[in-house]
């Protein structure tokens, strides 16, 4: 079995700043690209940030310049550093990761439970 557990969301005013992380963990050989997406009231889940194995990322123009994504591989974990927080920055933020399972060849792609943050004065 392969879980992913967030932490780090809660409730902040505009301009502050919150980091959100994401274990995986168990039978894990190798984890390859992981991301974050958010998913706001009323709207389709949307990618915001992504990082391969190597360190090479991407993201959402939205969230550029404000948001840092970053991983542990050592950990099997990833970050999102977000700052200059925006109302429209609140939604649950989802991390996924590609990981290939102890004695398995496929790579299946994983979801964590998400996290909600909320930004409000």
């Known amino acids: 079995q392969v879980q992913l557990v967030e932490s780090g969301g809660g409730l902040v005013q505009p301009g502050g700043s919150l980091r959100l992380s994401c274990a995986a963990s168990g039978s894990i050989f190798s984890i390859n690209d992981m991301g974050w997406y958010r998913q706001a009231p009323g709207k389709q889940r949307e990618l915001v940030a992504a990082?391969?194995?190597?360190?090479?990322?991407n993201y959402a123009d939205s969230v550029k310049g404000r948001f840092t994504i970053s991983r542990d591989n050592a950990k099997n974990t990833v970050y999102l550093q977000m700052n200059s927080l925006k109302p429209e920055d609140t939604a649950v933020y989802y991390c996924?990761?590609?990981?290939?399972?102890?004695?398995?060849?496929?790579?299946?792609?994983?979801w964590g439970q998400g996290t909600q943050v909320t930004v409000s004065s």
């Open positions: 996924n990761a590609e990981i290939r399972r102890l004695g398995l060849r496929n790579i299946y792609l994983y």
């Open positions: 990082i391969t194995s190597g360190g090479s990322t």
